[in-house]
């Protein structure tokens, strides 16, 4: 039997973002009796997600921590009876809860599908486990709008000599569909193509443009581009590191001349400066597991509480405490210190780690020094304080047997268990 566990994380729906980018594409059509020769545009609607780690339905099996999802997607044309529905099947897995909140860790999904012009309302689903979300919106495609493509915002555009997903001719372009960029990002990078290009003739400048939310520019940067294909893939990054956090928008202009504007694209961003709050909510993973830090009195009242002052009260505590420490721990535990049907966490050993954290040194008997006593581990830590464990029934579970922390009980009964100088150490 394979043991699993389940994760239910942040309540209530899937809180996702959805940034389609539309790119044109051209069919040149041959007429077989007059053999004359039409081209016809199509569109390729690409749809981008981006799903915080923390809305998904977690299971574990065999040490991998995993959520599934269900994509059911609908596009539907406002003009004519036609639509298109289809679903995809995603798998997603984090090393950790403690390193996907703390590296505020998000999956990408990408999908899309052909269309002509023309209206359309899009519905992108979300399923992961009992949880669900939907995103949907309205799609308006014309000709006469695609000189260039939309601006797909990215937050990483590299050279890809793996053909990896998320791939863009040789690029590697990996979207930010949030349009939200924390102190993490030194640069926002886009990515956007232009079309109807005559190769070999003069070159064209693209002029990127930042403005805030007062309208006024931040940043203005000129490109010259060179006309090398029919359909021109052009990616640029801006330093955003001096920015100060608020919305801006970026404006995209491809111009032949000063009065000759081929195309201009313009997307919003935005830029979060202030300190991040991913662990001031309580779908955390082990949020609410603070019943080893509060006097037994306090953590009883603590349970009293009604729900928005339990959340009040979390929020205190791990402003004082390293939440991704603590919550290191739960997990390293409940790797390492479970017995039978007993978590990591509520074993001795399990509490203790918890409580104090890894010892400096952890003393284990020579093969045949427990001949009269039982299996025992010594943990010593750097403050003084030391905690005795011994397996009494050779089942690999090990009881606190003495410590000199006064906050935890020794159980004199046991010693005997023990090897002669451990006694001796305790008397």
Request: with cysteine; aromatic share 14%.
């Amino acid at each position: 039997m394979i043991p699993l566990f389940f994760v239910l994380l942040s309540a209530g729906n899937i809180e996702f973002f959805t940034d389609p980018v539309v790119y044109r594409m051209s069919i040149k059509m041959e007429d077989t009796t007059t053999h004359a020769i039409t081209t016809e545009h199509i569109f390729y609607a690409e749809f981008n997600c981006e799903i915080p780690y923390a809305e998904l339905y977690y299971q574990s099996a065999e040490n991998i921590i995993f959520a599934s999802a269900i994509i059911p997607f609908k596009i539907s044309n406002l003009d004519r009876p036609d639509s298109l529905v289809d679903t995809l099947y995603r798998q997603f897995t984090i090393p950790s809860f403690s390193y996907a909140a703390k590296e505020q860790v998000s999956f990408l999904v990408q999908f899309g599908t052909y269309l002509t012009e023309g209206r359309y309302k899009y519905n992108v689903e979300i399923l992961s486990g009992e949880k669900a979300g939907i995103s949907a919106d309205v799609l308006e495609i014309r000709t006469e709008d695609y000189p260039m493509s939309d601006i797909l915002i990215s937050s990483e555009i590299t050279v890809d000599t793996a053909g990896e997903y998320l791939r863009k001719g040789d690029l590697r372009v990996v979207p930010r569909p949030s349009h939200i960029f924390d102190s993490r990002f030194q640069n926002i990078c886009f990515y956007f193509e232009l079309y109807d290009v005559v190769p070999g003739t003069d070159t064209v400048s693209a002029v990127y443009e930042i403005t805030d939310a007062e309208n006024k520019v931040v940043r203005k940067v000129s490109r010259t581009i060179e006309k090398l294909f029919p359909a021109q893939a052009v990616n640029c990054g801006l330093d955003i590191q001096s920015f100060d956090a608020g919305n801006y928008k970026l404006t995209v202009t491809v111009q032949e001349s000063d009065t000759n504007i081929i195309g201009q694209k313009e997307v919003p961003f935005s830029i979060s400066r202030m300190k991040r709050q991913e662990v001031s909510y309580e779908g955390m993973p082990y949020y609410e597991e603070i019943e080893y830090f509060l006097d037994p009195r306090d953590y009883k009242e603590f349970k009293k509480l009604p729900k928005e002052g339990k959340k009040a009260f979390l929020d205190r505590f791990w402003r004082t405490m390293n939440y991704y420490e603590i919550a290191g721990r739960f997990e390293y535990v409940e790797e390492h210190f479970r017995h039978g049907d007993t978590p990591g966490h509520k074993t001795d050993r399990g509490r203790i780690y918890i409580k104090y954290g890894q010892p400096e040194d952890i003393e284990y008997p020579l093969p045949l020094e427990h001949q009269e006593s039982r299996p025992y581990e010594h943990w010593q830590y750097t403050n003084g304080e030391q905690f005795i464990f011994v397996d009494l029934r050779g089942a690999n579970n090990y009881i606190l047997v003495w410590t000199n922390a006064l906050d935890e009980r020794s159980q004199p009964t046991l010693y005997k268990h023990l090897p002669p100088e451990k006694q001796e150490l305790i008397h």
